[in-house]
């Protein structure tokens, strides 16, 4: 076996976060908040458009933000994509709403519109009207926001763009998350670019922000001691994070070519093998985050986990496509109007489906491949040529 591991999508650093981390150390500012958080958040701005950002702990912190901002509360029901990861819906469940998730449409492997509509429908005839649409941008691709908000907007629904893996995408060329009331991006390890650890709540409402900001940092009114008259979080982005994601951004237009790149080597070897079929860029530029292959085990004659199994065996790290939400143990669905109880922690927790075949088919055959920024052509080679190897004709 290849000693040398490949892995799904390792952090891979420009050059510059070491400057921005030795500003920090040399200002002492060894602490959330500080000039490189702020510096963080005006560059991010400055490259998706959108005007005002809260640099954040996490992704899944942004989000939880933003549900709470709107007034997601117990036993309000939030739509989501089922085709995503858990930190897009958890916080649903932490403020006691109820997830409702909708299938993918197959043009984009996003939230289906026509079902969005339809649930709306439904639910302004038989009861009340989710409180927010979480739609995820997976993999890169941005969801198609034009006709998801045009969905919502009658019904003054808010939309929350799960942007975590979708910065440098762009849709009608705009970035990722813009036009909708707030989007989400995560800095996770494995993010396009990454600070470790982060996210960021961004929207075109500076009040929503200044919101977030404040429920980031415990909530603390305005006083000389500690005066409280909510309960916030402990979610703000350090700086010396910040410093390090100033560094990043500088590379993220670099990233999101090397990315498209390692997209296109895979789908000229593979495109013309009977039974392999490339995830479809149906919206402006996929930043193609992660390549991801659906395997038909009829044509290609060995089916998805055997593949996996051989780039395992060949220390090459590829993931199934996300499990939809709609199948995973910790929700326990419900008929259209739900329990508004409290769920006991360690239980399942309440939510609603509709549909979910789509995300079904994707999950069983989608196979995400190694898509690192910093792979070699020989890295590439070797991927290839052990998925070639499993065919079994
Ligand atoms: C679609 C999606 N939503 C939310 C998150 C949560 O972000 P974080 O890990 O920064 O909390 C992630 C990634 O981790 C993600 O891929």
Redesign the pocket.
Known sequence: MNNNRIFLSPPHMGGEELRFVQEAFESNYIAPLGPQVDAFEREFCEITGIPHAAALS????A?HLALREIGVGLGDEVIASTL??I??VSPVTFLGGIPVFIDSERKSWNMDPDLLAEELEQCEKTGPLPKAVIP?D?YGQCADYDRIFEICDPYGIPVIV?A??SLGASYKGKSAGFGAKAA?F???GN?IITTS???ILASHDEELIRRAKFLSQQARDPAPHYEHTEIGYNYRMSNIVAAVGRGQLRVLEERVMQKRRIFNIYRNSLKDIPGIEFMPEAYGRSTRWLTVILISPEEFGADRETVRLALEAENIESRPVWKPMHMQPVFRFEPRVPSTRNPVPGSQYPARTVGGKVAEDLFESGLCLPSGTAMTAEDTERVISVILKCRTY
């Open positions: 996490s992704g899944t912190a989000m995503t990861f930190g897009s995820t997976i799960d975590a893996e989400v995560s800095f996770n993010k650890g982060g996210g």
